[in-house]
């Protein structure tokens, strides 16, 4: 009989356990949002964790928006979270929303990132070294930059050094695209050995597809090297606490981006997949990253997710 009673007491405790856990977050984390600039390194980052938030019973949603708009959707609370703040390219929607406490950083989740202009080999081999060297090569530049998405911040900064004809690049243009056009345009380029300056960022493919320099000159606007924060809405790892502790848990390396994003775009797969993939050949990482997170209804994280897998 006290057997029995041990074993039901036991029960018991589990259940209340369990319902706890359940209850510990409001009803609205249910759904989790996480802003998507549509670039190819938060595509794996937010496949992450999507794929494991999905595992861990959560739905989740991914509207693809602009920085700036995925800022004060983070304001207004109408994105949970963001693991794609650049810093420093992002310096002034930092300070307008996070040093202000508006957004809460939640984590640096990338470190030793590269986020500049850069030229091919060939180019700087030609003399193009810095942002000063620009200007003396602009004829066989066209006389232009090509950049990302209207409205990033990189693109913000390289106008800037246009309007006030820094480094002599007052009569230049800047040709505003999706990272994937301005890439099809590099490619083109280098292929017929033509001068092409270029918004370049590490980690990405990029890096091992083309023989590319980052140029220097530019830290005023782009830093000597940089990071890559996650970012929530005010109060949101307080009233979601078990997702604020994955987002929070959620650190990446250069090599793990690179890996993922050389498969999407050179191995002929789906993100989710090469990211799946990763997961399943990185157990380890996979259990340090559930440290301590529960499944939403206050199960075992790790085996929810394999089970996924």
Excluded at 30 to 38: F, M, R
Excluded at 136 to 155: Q, V
Excluded at 240 to 268: H, K, W, Y
Aim: net charge neutral; aromatic share 8%.
């Amino acid at each position: 009989m006290k057997t029995i009673n041990a074993a039901l007491a036991s029960a018991l405790l589990l259940t209340t356990t369990l319902t706890l856990n359940a209850q510990a977050e409001d009803a609205s984390c249910a759904t989790v949002k996480l802003g998507d600039p549509g670039w190819s390194d938060i595509a794996v980052t937010n496949g992450v964790a999507r794929i494991l938030l999905n595992g861990l019973g959560y739905r989740t949603e991914t509207p693809t928006l602009a920085v700036p708009i995925i800022f004060a959707g983070l304001h207004k609370g109408q994105i949970d979270a963001f693991l794609g703040n650049w810093m420093p390219a992002q310096q002034s929607n930092y300070d307008k929303f996070v040093a202000a406490g508006s957004v809460d950083k939640v984590t640096q989740n990338l470190a030793g990132t590269e986020y500049t202009l850069a030229v091919p080999r060939y180019a700087y081999d030609a003399g193009v070294k810095t942002f000063a060297d620009l200007d003396r090569h602009a004829d066989k530049f066209k006389h232009t930059l090509y950049g990302i998405a209207a409205g990033s911040p990189a693109n913000v900064s390289i106008q800037q050094m246009i309007q006030s004809d820094e480094f002599g690049l007052g009569d230049w243009k800047l040709v505003e695209s999706s990272e994937q056009a301005m890439l099809v345009q590099v490619g083109r380029a280098v292929k017929r050995k033509d001068f092409v300056v270029f918004l370049g960022w590490t980690p990405h493919p990029m890096n091992v597809q083309y023989d590319m320099v980052y140029l220097k000159g530019g830290e005023k606007y782009f830093g000597e090297s940089g990071s890559v924060n996650t970012l929530a809405r005010k109060g949101y790892a307080q009233q979601c606490p078990n997702v604020g502790r994955l987002l929070a848990n959620l650190q990446f390396t250069q090599e793990m981006e690179n890996s993922i994003m050389d498969q999407v775009l050179n191995g002929n797969t789906s993100n989710d997949a090469a990211v799946k993939a990763w997961l399943k050949a990185n157990p380890a990482t996979l259990e340090g990253w559930l440290q301590g997170v529960n499944t939403r209804d206050g199960g075992d994280a790790l085996a929810a997710v394999k089970a996924r897998l």
